[in-house]
């Protein structure tokens, strides 16, 4: 069985055909089967997702808007520039998101249940002091805003919102410039004051507008 290649009679041609190697140019026939995935792919892939999951988990804060950080570098880590934050923009961001609901994105409220905050005596006290006290512990009961009446509750917001991010929501309040405020910044130190002052007004519940009258508008130094 040792065919010569030279031999081309016909006689001897279907046992060349038969037995000549396919070129070894040529690729291999493709042919259909089920192979295994690569374990180097599967151990990426677990670490991939493993690691992604991990990355939402760690940073994604609930996706709460209030627990977004301001201050985070990227991919949330820590540095120790403290970034400026314009609480104006601050400001509008958080009232937008927390304080819309009620006094409506145009800070007219709703007639006859949430009052004004445009124009309004409350918020544009000469200082915060009451009005840092309605935002922390809310407001309840009979109050006169811009010469009308409401009877209605506000919820608190003492453990929603922060030092920074109060003081940020008063001051945007307080200067929004298209509802033509001009009134004095917040700083956080004076929510963190008033807010250490009055730790015990969550058990006695929301203030009342009597309340607050009786209570200067600028806050006393300690
Ligand atoms: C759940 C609805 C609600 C939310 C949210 C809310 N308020 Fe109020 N707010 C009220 C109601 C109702 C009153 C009036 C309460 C009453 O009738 O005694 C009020 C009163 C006030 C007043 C005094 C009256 C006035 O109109 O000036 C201020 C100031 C105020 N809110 C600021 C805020 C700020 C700032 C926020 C966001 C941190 C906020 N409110 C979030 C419902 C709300």
Known sequence: MNPDPDNNTPAAAGVVADLA?????????PNEAQRPMSLWY??????????????????????????????????????????????????????ENVCAKCHQPDGHGVAGQYPPLVGSEWALASGPARMVRIALDGL?????VKGAGYNNTMTPHRDALNDQQLAAI??????????????SAVA??????????TKDR????????????ALPDHEPRP
């Open 170 to 183: 008063l001051t945007y309040v307080r200067t929004q410039k298209e509802w033509g405020h001009n009134a």
């Open 42 to 95: 599967v151990t990426f892939l677990c670490l991939f997702f493993g690691w992604g999951g991990y990355y939402v988990q760690r940073y994604s804060a609930d996706y709460g808007a209030l627990s977004y950080d301001e201050n985070a570098g990227f991919g949330g880590a820590k540095t120790n520039i403290v970034k400026q934050v314009d609480p104006y923009v601050l400001g509008k961001r958080l009232f």
């Open 21 to 29: 190697p396919a070129d070894p140019r040529e690729h291999i026939e």
């Open 188 to 197: 956080p130190e004076e929510v963190a004051g008033i807010r250490n002052k």
């Open 202 to 213: 969550a058990a006695l519940g929301s203030w009342t507008a009597a309340e607050l009258l």
């Open 140 to 144: 309840q009961g009979p109050i006169t």
